[in-house]
């Protein structure tokens, strides 16, 4: 069964500091993964789609990491500010078919 | 300015009622999607649309109906037979149905039955 898990699930961190988000996968034949930012009551917004052969893609201060042998991966944000607390969902996708994975997400708040 | 629109933001529904949430897309995408999303919860697929006139069940269809007559609009009816329609609904279109395209989603229409 494909699944997406997604920790931690909550976390609080003070402005200015970093944090990483983590991301395990068991989607498989693997296509893409995605990070999508979404603010409290609005819908998801892309950061980040890495595919098979990458392991490193940066949005500003947002660096997405995947390791394919081992189905992880990371977000990491730098100097975080008030506007980052959101909630952050990892979206992973197969090969072949319609249906996206969705983790729960992690909550993050910076205060 | 492209994009997908979602109405209203917030519905109120009393017990044994039917409404429908408005979808539209301006992006010239074939695809569209209903997902719901409860507390504590991934999105999970209500209906999806690949093309005008089409659309088939997602994971949690019971209880729901859409129609796709036009590329640009995808509403969904949450009916009466719906258990628990408590929820925040999101609308999302692609380019094409495959997963390896990105989805863009709406900015969500919030279900409360009293």
């Known amino acids: 069964k494909n699944q997406v898990e997604q920790s931690p699930q909550s976390l609080i961190i003070l402005e200015g500091k970093n944090c990483t988000l983590q991301?395990?996968?068991?989607?498989?034949?693997?296509?893409?993964l995605r990070w999508y930012k979404q603010d409290t009551g609005r819908g998801p917004v892309s950061l980040t789609i890495?595919?098979?052969?990458?392991n490193t893609k940066s949005n500003g201060r947002y660096t997405a990491t995947l390791d394919a042998d081992t189905k992880q991966s990371s977000l990491h944000i730098t100097a975080s500010q008030l506007s980052d607390s959101a909630s952050y969902i990892c979206?992973?996708?197969?090969?072949?078919?319609?249906?996206?994975?969705f983790g729960k997400g992690t909550s993050l708040l910076v205060t | 300015d492209g994009g997908i629109t979602q109405s209203p933001k917030y519905l109120f529904r009393k017990e044994g009622q039917n409404v429908t949430l408005s979808c539209e897309q301006n992006?010239?995408?074939?695809?569209m999607y209903w997902y719901r999303q409860d507390p504590g919860q991934g999105l999970r697929l209500i209906y999806y649309?690949?093309?005008?006139?089409?659309?088939q069940k997602g994971d949690i269809a019971e209880g729901y109906s859409v129609s796709r007559e036009k590329k640009e609009s995808f509403p969904l009816t949450v009916t009466s037979a719906q258990k628990n329609p408590t929820a925040f609904y999101l609308c999302?279109?692609?380019?094409?149905?495959?997963?390896?395209?990105?989805?863009?989603f709406g900015p969500g229409t919030r279900l409360t039955v009293l």
């Open positions: 890495m595919t098979f052969s990458e």
């Open positions: 999302a279109s692609s380019r094409e149905r495959f997963s390896y395209n990105e989805q863009f």
């Open positions: 992006l010239n995408h074939d695809a």
């Open positions: 991301c395990n996968y068991t989607v498989s034949p693997f296509s893409n």
């Open positions: 649309s690949q093309i005008v006139n089409d659309f």
């Open positions: 979206v992973v996708s197969a090969v072949s078919g319609y249906a996206l994975n």
